[in-house]
């Protein structure tokens, strides 16, 4: 079984700024692809940034200059650390992992429960 559980979501100001993690535990063999998504109401779950194991990164046009994504291999971790917040980018935002649970097995997307950003003008 693997859980990703994220943490950081809050009430910021306009202008502020606010970290999220999310931790990958269970029965992990390796973790490709790590990523956020957000879905404010009434909208489409959206991509926020990705981050390959090797490093590369990925971010929406909207965040780019912004936010940064970056993770931790050692412990299963991705961050995701958010500057200049702005009322837009008030959503629950959502933490996904690719992850592989056996050296022969296939890979499947796993889901964070999703943590509440909300930012105030």
């Known amino acids: 079984q693997v859980q990703l559980v994220e943490s950081g979501g809050g009430l910021v100001q306009a202008g502020g700024s606010l970290t999220l993690s999310c931790a990958a535990s269970?029965?992990?063999?390796?973790?490709?692809?790590m990523g956020w998504y957000r879905q404010a109401p009434g909208k489409q779950r959206e991509l926020v940034a990705s981050?390959?194991?090797?490093?590369?990164?990925n971010y929406a046009d909207s965040v780019k200059d912004r936010f940064t994504i970056s993770r931790d291999n050692a412990e299963n971790t991705v961050y995701l650390q958010m500057n200049s917040l702005k009322p837009e980018d008030t959503a629950v935002y959502y933490c996904s992992a690719d992850i592989k649970t056996r050296r022969y097995y296939s890979s499947r997307v796993y889901w964070g429960q999703g943590t509440q950003v909300t930012v105030s003008s």
């Open positions: 981050i390959t194991n090797g490093g590369p990164t």
């Open positions: 269970g029965s992990i063999f390796s973790i490709n692809n």
